[in-house]
């Protein structure tokens, strides 16, 4: 399940690496071992250090808690397997909010409608995205950064520079809601973003290994050359991953419009490398070609668990910036390490 | 397997770091180690019962904010019956939030919340609700207001008193740059306001321009610089927050053009020594000091069964000479 793609072999030939199946090596399940015994190790340390900790609310509040991180991190999965990097999320986030809180403000009642325009918004951002890196040959790096200014300002455009309240309960719920009620506040449910984090996960999974396309993305992020000559439409695929990458920063803008009941055009600012940070330490490789969404979940999970837990402890924020650091820093090096072995 | 005891060890490594962290912020806050604050838990009914209260602010990256936190730590230490657990949410309306239920399911008494939006807080003001403990919001509010009491200022109070200390310095005649905070920011919405209608009572001072300087020093010196070239003639700037009348000030100085005079808010210590100094021309203080004791103590009253307050209003203090400035210096340290 945590299994890992033979790198090796993709970089060597990209075309030939089309026909393997992603993550079958006995290193894969070496490695994947390591990141869980990471998670595990993390878990037993914290519920000795808090009470609180291992408790079902608690638990419920991490997985809430990183849920729109998720959402993301699966989607700038898709972005690192194809080589590229994402650093406009963020500010496409806030674009799905307002777009969406705006539109409910003028026409209320309309929630659905203006959900799917906000999503929208971003699957369109995400196209001019993959527009400048496929026709122009611009770097993801350099294409998203631009993308991170330009729809922060029109995020701050549309939205008249100010925050937009959501009174809409539908929306509310995407973001606060719960799958069941409760009736008392010791009895737990499972919180609606939860459950769209899952949705979003288990298609993501299914469109990365089970299609044409998915192969494709790790194909072109192996070796790009060896993909053209095998005649794959490498532009067509780099296309494709912005606007899906686009549509889940869409998705997740909205569940945390929904989180905070309103569009916000300074929401979500630097969320881009919380997002990065999951997919790094999930054991993706930012040459590309090589990575998984199950890597990337527990990476998500272990940022979360890590914030959570220094939060549980009364830990000093300016520590807890240094601690999730080294974290990220000894996830890679682990990385490179298990690599070795192999 | 080598590698993964390298591993083990290094997180274990990292977790007693953890762990180390972990007990000495509580222990440095209350003034006792935790093997006492247990003995103290377990001999029921002996001790006077001690409230866990959480604390979850706005970012520790800003000074006004920092001091707000050392203004926390200094009434927590102060009262006996009390126990903080501060929370840095470092801008992040979603991880404020986030922190509000982790504080919840840790079994706080009441929490105390220096709110990060007016808007994009006010889920947890359900949150407690729901969870049946007492919100008690501080400095900055939230739009749902069914919190049990507010302690902060009148932000709008704070544009006003900018605003009548540039007419006074000026002498009810000159022309005045403003240099706003993050548009849409409600301290940047009610100052500008505030300033506005101050400044409207004196015909002969006129506004020539006002641009955002996103809370930030550099960002506020790079208006600064662009004014100093496009203005020949500038009497007084005015900044939503003492950051940015700090960046105007250093601007200012380095184009040698010291006849303007700066007016922040807020009361940093770097504009209180440049008032000192006499290159600040003044500063309009918000005092955290009594605000945050203020907010301790009401939720200490709720919590032992006296009424909510709803509303504590602390008044704003202009700080525009020497004396005055060294007075609230002195108490910082």
């Given at each position: 399940?945590?299994?890992?793609?033979?790198?090796?072999?993709?970089?060597?030939?990209?075309?030939?690496?089309?026909m393997?199946?992603?993550?079958?090596?006995?290193?894969?399940?070496?490695?994947?071992?390591?990141?869980?015994?990471?998670?595990?190790?993390?878990?037993?340390?914290?519920?000795?250090?808090?009470?609180?900790?291992?408790?079902?609310?608690?638990?419920?509040?991490?997985?809430?808690?990183?849920?729109?991180?998720?959402?993301?991190?699966?989607?700038?999965?898709?972005?690192?397997?194809?080589?590229?990097?994402?650093l406009?999320?963020?500010?496409?986030?806030?674009?799905?909010?307002?777009?969406?809180?705006?539109?409910?403000?003028?026409?209320?009642?309309?929630?659905?409608?203006?959900?799917?325009?906000?999503?929208?918004?971003?699957?369109?951002?995400?196209?001019?995205?993959?527009?400048?890196?496929?026709?122009?040959?611009?770097?993801?790096?350099?294409?998203?950064?631009?993308?991170?200014?330009?729809?922060?300002?029109?995020?701050?455009?549309?939205?008249?520079?100010?925050?937009?309240?959501?009174?809409?309960?539908?929306?509310?719920?995407?973001?606060?809601?719960?799958?069941?009620?409760?009736?008392?506040?010791?009895?737990?449910?499972?919180?609606?973003?939860?459950?769209?984090?899952?949705?979003?996960?288990?298609?993501?999974?299914?469109?990365?290994?089970?299609?044409?396309?998915?192969?494709?993305?790790?194909?072109?992020?192996?070796?790009?050359?060896?993909?053209?000559?095998?005649?794959?439409?490498?532009?067509?695929?780099?296309?494709?991953?912005?606007?899906?990458?686009?549509?889940?920063?869409?998705?997740?803008?909205?569940?945390?419009?929904?989180?905070?009941?309103?569009?916000?055009p300074?929401?979500?600012?630097?969320?881009?490398?919380?997002?990065?940070?999951?997919?790094?330490?999930?054991?993706?490789?930012?040459?590309?070609?090589?990575?998984?969404?199950?890597?990337?979940?527990?990476?998500?999970?272990?940022?979360?668990?890590?914030?959570?837990?220094?939060?549980?402890?009364?830990?000093?924020?300016?520590?807890?910036?240094?601690?999730?650091?080294?974290?990220?820093?000894?996830?890679?090096?682990?990385?490179?390490?298990?690599?070795?072995?192999? | 397997?080598?590698n993964?005891?390298?591993v083990?060890?290094?997180?274990?490594?990292?977790?007693?770091?953890?762990?180390?962290?972990?007990?000495?912020?509580?222990?440095?806050?209350?003034?006792?180690?935790?093997?006492?604050?247990?003995?103290?838990?377990?001999?029921?009914?002996?001790?006077?019962?001690?409230?866990?209260?959480?604390?979850t602010?706005?970012?520790?990256?800003?000074?006004?904010?920092?001091?707000?936190?050392?203004?926390?730590?200094?009434?927590?230490?102060?009262?006996?019956?009390?126990?903080?657990?501060?929370?840095?949410?470092?801008?992040?309306?979603?991880k404020q939030?986030?922190?509000?239920?982790?504080?919840?399911?840790?079994?706080?008494?009441?929490?105390?919340?220096?709110?990060?939006?007016?808007?994009?807080?006010?889920?947890?003001?359900?949150?407690?609700?729901?969870?049946?403990?007492?919100?008690?919001?501080?400095?900055?509010?939230?739009?749902?207001?069914?919190?049990?009491?507010?302690?902060?200022?009148?932000v709008?109070?704070?544009?006003?008193?900018?605003?009548e200390?540039?007419?006074?310095?000026l002498?009810?005649?000159?022309?005045?740059?403003?240099?706003?905070?993050?548009?849409?920011?409600?301290?940047?919405?009610?100052?500008?306001?505030?300033?506005?209608?101050?400044?409207?009572?004196?015909?002969?001072?006129?506004?020539?321009?006002?641009q955002?300087?996103?809370?930030?020093?550099?960002?506020?010196?790079?208006?600064?610089?662009?004014?100093?070239?496009?203005?020949?003639?500038?009497?007084?700037?005015?900044?939503?927050?003492?950051?940015?009348?700090?960046?105007?000030?250093?601007?200012?100085?380095?184009?040698?053009?010291?006849?303007?005079?700066?007016?922040?808010?807020?009361?940093?210590?770097?504009?209180?020594?440049?008032?000192?100094?006499?290159?600040?021309?003044a500063?309009?203080?918000?005092?955290?000091?009594?605000?945050?004791?203020?907010?301790?103590?009401?939720?200490?009253?709720?919590?032992?069964?006296?009424?909510?307050?709803?509303?504590?209003?602390?008044?704003?203090?202009?700080?525009?000479?020497?004396?005055?400035?060294?007075?609230?210096?002195?108490?910082?340290?």
């Open positions: 399940m945590f299994g890992f793609k033979n790198n090796s072999a993709l970089n060597s030939d990209g075309a030939a690496a089309l393997k199946e992603p993550g079958e090596s006995f290193k894969s399940y070496m490695r994947s071992y390591a990141l869980l015994v990471v998670f595990l190790v993390m878990v037993i340390v914290l519920s000795i250090i808090s009470p609180t900790f291992m408790t079902p609310k608690n638990i419920v509040n991490i997985f809430r808690q990183i849920s729109i991180n998720g959402i993301l991190a699966v989607g700038m999965t898709f972005v690192i397997i194809l080589g590229g990097i994402d406009s999320i963020g500010s496409l986030c806030a674009i799905a909010g307002v777009t969406s809180a705006i539109m409910l403000e003028r026409i209320p009642g309309i929630s659905f409608v203006a959900i799917i325009a906000g999503v929208l918004a971003c699957s369109f951002l995400g196209a001019v995205v993959g527009f400048i890196v496929s026709k122009f040959k611009i770097a993801p790096f350099i294409a998203t950064l631009a993308m991170l200014t330009i729809a922060r300002g029109l995020a701050l455009v549309i939205a008249e520079g100010v925050p937009h309240t959501i009174k809409d309960p539908f929306y509310i719920s995407l973001g606060n809601g719960y799958l069941w009620e409760t009736s008392s506040p010791d009895q737990i449910s499972i919180p609606t973003p939860v459950l769209i984090f899952v949705i979003v996960a288990a298609v993501s999974m299914i469109i990365l290994y089970r299609t044409k396309f998915g192969r494709y993305v790790y194909a072109v992020g192996g070796n790009e050359q060896a993909s053209r000559a095998s005649g794959i439409n490498v532009n067509k695929v780099k296309m494709m991953v912005f606007i899906l990458n686009g549509t889940l920063c869409g998705i997740a803008g909205i569940v945390l419009a929904g989180r905070i009941t309103s569009g916000q300074s929401a979500a600012t630097g969320y881009e490398l919380d997002a990065i940070a999951a997919v790094i330490i999930g054991g993706a490789s930012l040459t590309g070609g090589a990575g998984k969404i199950s890597g990337t979940i527990l990476g998500a999970l272990i940022i979360g668990v890590l914030n959570n837990g220094l939060v549980l402890m009364g830990v000093s924020s300016y520590y807890q910036q240094i601690i999730r650091g080294v974290i990220i820093a000894a996830a890679v090096i682990l990385d490179q390490r298990t690599k070795h072995i192999e | 397997m080598k993964l005891f390298k083990m060890a290094l997180i274990l490594a990292l977790s007693m770091m953890l762990a180390a962290c972990g007990n000495s912020a509580p222990s440095g806050q209350g003034g006792t180690s935790d093997s006492q604050a247990s003995t103290l838990q377990d001999s029921d009914g002996g001790a006077e019962k001690v409230w866990k209260i959480g604390v602010t706005q970012a520790w990256k800003h000074e006004f904010i920092k001091n707000l936190v050392n203004a926390l730590k200094a009434t927590d230490e102060q009262l006996k019956d009390v126990e903080l657990t501060i929370i840095d949410s470092d801008d992040s309306v979603e939030l986030n922190d509000v239920d982790t504080l919840i399911a840790q079994g706080v008494d009441g929490i105390i919340m220096d709110a990060n939006s007016f808007e994009g807080s006010s889920p947890a003001v359900e949150a407690c609700k729901k969870a049946g403990i007492p919100l008690v919001e501080l400095v900055a509010y939230t739009e749902n207001e069914e919190y049990a009491t507010f302690v902060g200022t009148d709008k109070a704070s544009g006003l008193m900018a605003g200390t540039i007419a006074e310095l002498g009810g005649k000159g022309k005045v740059l403003m240099i706003e905070g993050m548009m849409g920011h409600s301290g940047q919405v009610n100052r500008a306001a505030g300033i506005t209608e101050a400044l409207k009572k004196y015909p002969d001072i006129q506004m020539l321009d006002q955002s300087g996103e809370w930030s020093k550099d960002k506020a010196m790079a208006v600064t610089e662009n004014w100093l070239t496009k203005y020949p003639e500038i009497d007084a700037i005015v900044a939503h927050n003492d950051g940015m009348g700090l960046g105007a000030m250093n601007a200012c100085v380095a184009a040698g053009r010291t006849e303007i005079k700066v007016v922040g808010i807020d009361g940093d210590t770097e504009a209180l020594q440049g008032v000192i100094d006499g290159k600040y021309a500063s309009v203080l918000d005092d955290v000091w009594i605000e945050a004791d203020l907010a301790v103590r009401e939720m200490r009253d709720i919590l032992n069964g006296a009424e909510p307050k709803k509303k504590i209003i602390v008044d704003y203090v202009p700080i525009k000479d020497a004396a005055t400035a060294q007075k609230y210096l002195d108490q910082r340290k």
